[in-house]
Structure formats: C-alpha cells, structure tokens
C-alpha cells in the first residue's frame, strides 16, 4: 500500500487520523502501528511485533486445568454480567417505547413504536437464551433440559439393538 501511495503526505494525514479517531484505545492498550509496502522484510516486522500467545490464558486454565464450566469462570460472570445489563437496558426501552406508543398522535406513529417493541422483545428473547446458555453447563444442555431441546437423544430414547 505505502509503496504505490502517489501522495505520501495524504497516506501520512490518514495514518494519524486512524489513530487519534479509531484506533486510540488499542493503541493505548499497547497495539503498535506498522507499515506495509508489500515487501517481505516488512511483513517480517510487523510479524515480530506480534505478541507471542502466552501459554494458557485465564480461560483457558480454569476450564482445562481446574475443571470449571464456563459460569464458573471470571470470563463467564463477566459475559453472563454483560448479558444481564443488556437485558435491562432493553427492557427499560421497551418499558419507553410502550409509554411514547400510548401517547402517540396517530396510528402510523403508534404502529411504528408497537413494530420497535416487538423488535425488542426478540432482542430480549435471544439475550436470555444466551445469558441460559453462559449460566448453563453442556451436560446440564444435554441430559437435563427438555427432551425436545435435547442435543442429542436422553438415555432410555437410545435405539435398541
């Protein structure tokens, strides 16, 4: 990219507008911002400016090396927290939306809030099954939930030999 640039100083104003606007909090996390012109040695470079994977990450011991299921992990409480504060956010909204649908003027107003509802509901729906699906174990989604929702068949609806 950087070597068929015909006007550096543009790529140059690009560069750190990307950074200030779009890639600030990377940065600061420790990212660092490399050049390509297509040529082996930089790729060479920015590949030794990658981080090495450190061996076994948090989620990775709990579950391996401690056994944990997923919700016992520091990773499942914070995605199951994350999950339920977005529950909340949204049904506030709804709790909104129903309110401005009662006070809407006229029926397009009323119906286009009633559809944004309805939207939400879903919304919420689809979090649940998610926040049930961190908060669950894979034996407890397997041999414990309704035979219907089952994954694979319970023990007894084995087929005789």
Known sequence: MWNDMANKEDGE?????????????????????????????????????TPRLVEG???TSEMVNEGKPLKATAAGYELAND????????KAKNRALR?????????????YLEGERV???EN???ANK??????????????????????????GMLPQD
């Not at 911002?33 to 920015?46: P, Q």
């Not at 999950?83 to 949204?90: C, E, G, L, P, V």
């Not at 309110?99 to 119906?111: G, L």
């Open 124 to 126: 919420i729906r689809n």
């Open 57 to 59: 990450t948090l989620l």
């Open 13 to 49: 104003k690009r560069e750190k507008e990307l950074e200030k606007k779009y890639w600030f909090d990377m940065i600061a996390k420790g990212c660092v911002v490399k050049r390509f012109d297509c040529t082996y040695s930089s790729a060479l470079e920015i590949l030794a400016c």
């Open 99 to 111: 309110k401005s649908s009662k006070k809407a003027t006229n029926d397009k107003e009323r119906s």
């Open 83 to 90: 999950i339920a504060n977005t529950i909340k956010k949204q």
């Open 130 to 155: 998610r926040l049930l699906l961190v908060k669950t174990t894979l034996f407890d989604r397997l041999f414990m939930s309704k035979p219907e929702a089952s994954l694979v068949p319970r023990v």
């Open 119 to 121: 939207e939400n509901d």
